[in-house]
């Protein structure tokens, strides 16, 4: 697997580079999945550009709020803009820099040769002048809670927005803000997110277009708001209405998804009336939805040579979680071991202890045993994410991986047995190898991050 796409291949990846299954590592599943969420969280933060892109969204202010959650995929607000959030775009007309411009402020950017000085002096002083001209509201980005502030606080009473959304019925519903109005904020977001909700890997989700019907009677809530909402979005906002056989005209879309319709005639179409909806539309699999699927557990066998560090510890690591700790087997010399009485397992779901157990005392370095037990990890369905195969990534995760390893391993650097001695392990080695490999990875994170960019030369 040259580029792993998921969570668990990027840990079995790991595993390998860290010499398993020749070698065997002492990291549970847990351990490399918090080194993975962490190196995913710095590079997002600190490669901008690699990570995230820019997209622009909407919000409606609120009188008396003053913080705003913003879409959870958000990592950094660049601006917001209170222009061009109505009818007729961005009016440039009458703005500072066409009135600059008519003054000549910019001739030597127009001129040859051009003047990089002149451009630097012109940007210089619009900075400048834009601090003395602030908007009606002023904005700080809160990264912690992921919050956008507003200040001065919007106040009441002042304007009103009216805005549509399907209710917990589906039902659609006006609700009327007391709102100044909307904000524009271009931000950057995860690659990949759709605002204000996400679907992983949307391409590898099994998606099906279904031509088909769908009869609706119309409730009382509908019927007096003259709206209702279709089950599922129709492909672009194609649908054909019938009325007692007859196709129905008189109604528009009500939104731009193609999910809520408005008839336009009120009396038209009464409370219990019967309709006739045809359209087309997505159709996700339910084995393929945003959230982790559970399916039939795998047993897994695993074959595991006693080492050194596993005598002193009385620990031995599953290759993953267990659904069931009651179902694990062990057999050794062609005897079986079951839990309870000759091992127990550790709250991760994961650890084979022996101590004070039938096993303790009964196995030596080198012994073969043989693990029966259900994968937890094999039930789980992952949906691909790009990030987990960036080169940065994997090394950063190998880095902090040989970090925790070799402080484990350190802490029973030399260990003595029944028929060995002097057994010592690369504790001090790994830390200090992770370490260097560490420092690096941030450094060149660091140097590679384009969020600024360079100097432009003309010549």
């Known amino acids: 697997m040259l580029k792993p796409q998921t969570k668990t291949q990027l840990r079995e990846m790991i595993k390998r580079k860290l010499g398993a299954p020749m070698v065997k590592v002492e990291l549970c599943d847990d351990q490399i999945n918090d080194h993975i969420d962490y190196s995913i969280s710095e590079y997002i933060k600190w490669a901008t550009s690699n990570a995230t892109e820019i997209a622009y969204f909407t919000i409606p202010l609120r009188s008396g709020r003053r913080y705003y959650d913003l879409p959870k995929d958000v990592i950094d607000i660049i601006s917001y803009s209170e222009e061009g959030i109505g009818e ?29 000085l002149g451009y630097y002096m012109v940007n210089d002083f619009l900075e400048t002048l834009e601090k003395f001209q602030p908007d009606q509201y002023s904005w700080k980005y809160h990264r912690m809670t992921n919050q956008l502030e507003i200040t001065p606080t919007p106040k009441y009473g002042k304007k009103s927005v009216t805005i549509r959304r399907p209710n917990e019925n589906n039902i659609v519903t ?110 996700i699999s339910s084995d393929n939805n945003n959230s982790s699927m559970i399916k039939e557990p795998i047993t897994i066998t695993q074959t595991v040579n006693i080492t050194p560090i596993e005598l002193a510890t009385k620990n031995i690591l599953l290759s993953e979680k267990t659904v069931n700790k009651n179902d694990i087997e062990i057999t050794f010399n062609n005897a079986k071991y079951l839990y309870g009485i000759d091992f127990i397992i550790e709250s991760d779901d994961q650890t084979i202890n022996f101590s004070n157990k039938s096993l303790d005392g009964l196995l030596i370095n080198g012994d073969v045993i043989s693990i029966k037990f259900d994968g937890l990890n094999s039930t789980i369905k992952e949906f691909p994410e790009e990030l ?13 991986s040989k970090i925790t390893l070799g402080m ?52």
Do not use: H
């Open 88 to 116: 007729g775009g961005i009016n440039t007309l009458f703005t500072m820099k066409n009135y600059l411009y008519n003054k000549g402020m910019f001739d030597p950017l127009t001129a040859y040769p051009q003047s990089l």
């Open 388 to 400: 987990y195969g960036r080169p940065w990534i994997i090394d950063r995760v190998t880095a902090l």
């Open 174 to 283: 006006e609700y009327v803000l007391d709102s100044p109005g909307y904000v524009l904020i271009k931000a950057n977001v995860i690659q990949g997110a759709t605002l204000p909700n996400v679907i992983r890997g949307w391409d590898n989700v099994i998606k099906e277009i279904k031509s088909g019907s769908e009869t609706r009677i119309i409730k009382q809530e509908e019927a007096d708001n003259t709206f209702f909402a279709l089950t599922n979005n129709a492909i672009n906002q194609e649908l054909t209405i019938y009325k007692n056989g007859v196709e129905y005209t008189n109604w528009n879309w009500a939104d731009d998804n193609g999910k809520m319709i408005q008839w336009t005639l009120p009396d038209e179409i009464l409370l219990n009336d019967e309709l006739l909806l045809k359209y087309n539309t997505i159709i």
């Open 408 to 459: 484990i391993r350190r802490k029973f650097a030399q260990f003595s047995s029944i028929g060995n001695s002097g057994i010592s392990l690369d504790g001090d080695a790994l830390v200090s190898e992770g370490k260097e490999e560490y420092d690096k990875l941030t450094n060149d994170l660091y140097i590679n991050e384009t969020y600024e960019g360079g100097y432009i030369c003309m010549g």
